[in-house]
């Protein structure tokens, strides 16, 4: 229940979520005085919304390894012991991503077949989404890790948007073969043999929003710089568009007449749309929220672990990976 917002954006989200889906059921861990008094100012009361203590909290500010080591009582540490002992699902977290990475790695363990976990998120195009990893828990990747990323990244695909053979490409400064580091052109090597994957090539940056390709590999430098940049440039051009529109009488009568086409274009360009990403490689099922979202954005998240554990998502991605083990 943490985050930048805490319980003002977390606990309106829960509800939301409960309320979208009626089969769905949500522990909350944290301070139980605190979320209880948080919740009588709603009037809607689900029994579905469990309340699990927690008297310890993982700052955003928290090294990993601290946070491991000596928050064992804390919402995030508690919440994927849950995970671990199957007695949820799914876990949905706001709070600190490197700790949630390193209890998750510590708790849950990864697949077989899976060195490392990749932070997974969806990412808009033209034509609908794709999916992009790893967006920044692995900085520096070798060939086998970027490998086992277009395995996993492939899998999700199949399982979250019903594609039988995801188009999979690795991101590079160049689509020539002659172009990228050692390691990316090792990948290329190892996904071009890899006949479980529908490998098509390189692509460049620009074919992030173009829709040419379902899943885009690449090492966490490159994804999460990749990743801030997108969401710079669309709050850049929201911030145009808002500045033009409200810049004189005639600029916001304008504005009047094309308010349900700047609707449309504001919620295009809202990157809260496809907030939730997901750790894949873990022994279950944990997405991680963006620390500052909204009650809109968290949702989404919540929203995207739900699909993830209906779809079976872990089941499909065993199965891939141990085919690949015989």
């Not at 809607?44 to 080591?69: G, Q, T």
């Not at 949630?100 to 990412?123: F, H």
């Not at 492939?154 to 390691?183: F, H, T, W, Y």
């Amino acid at each position: 229940m943490g985050g930048d917002n805490g319980l003002r954006v977390s606990l309106p989200a829960a509800l939301q979520s409960l309320k979208q889906y009626p089969d769905l059921t949500l522990a909350l861990v944290g301070d139980q005085p605190v979320i209880s008094k948080a919740l009588q100012q709603y009037t809607v009361v689900y029994d579905r919304l469990e309340i699990i203590h927690a008297a310890d909290v993982v700052e955003m500010s928290d090294k990993p390894s601290v946070a491991l080591r000596k928050k064992t009582s804390s919402s995030m540490r508690i919440a994927i012991d849950l995970l671990q002992q199957q007695s949820v699902d799914a876990v949905v977290s706001a709070g600190n991503t490197g700790a949630l990475m390193a209890m998750g790695c510590y708790v849950l363990k990864t697949l077989p077949g899976i060195d490392r976990p990749a932070i997974c998120s969806s990412w808009p195009t033209v034509n609908g989404c794709c999916y992009v990893l790893d967006l920044g828990a692995n900085v520096d990747s070798c060939a086998e890790t970027l490998h086992q990323f277009a395995i996993m990244g492939s899998a999700m695909c199949s399982v979250l948007d019903d594609i039988a053979r995801p188009r999979v490409a690795l991101l590079n400064i160049g689509e020539e073969s002659v172009k990228g580091n050692e390691q990316v052109k090792l990948a290329n090597q190892l996904l071009t043999e890899d006949s479980g994957l529908n490998y098509v090539g390189y692509v460049e940056g620009d074919a992030l929003f173009k829709g040419s390709v379902d899943v885009i590999v690449c090492d966490g430098f490159a994804g999460n710089i990749a990743l801030k940049v997108s969401e710079g440039t669309a709050a850049y051009i929201s911030q145009v568009l808002n500045d033009s529109f409200s810049s004189s009488l005639y600029a916001r009568l304008c504005a009047a007449m094309t308010r349900p086409l700047l609707k449309r274009i504001s919620q295009k360009l809202n990157p809260e749309q496809y907030n939730g990403a997901s750790l894949l490689g873990l022994q279950g099922v944990v997405v991680k929220s963006h620390g500052n979202s909204s009650a809109d954005g968290f949702a989404q998240a919540i929203s995207q672990a739900y699909e993830e554990v209906r779809g079976a998502m872990l089941n499909t991605l065993s199965q891939q990976l141990a085919k690949r083990q015989q």
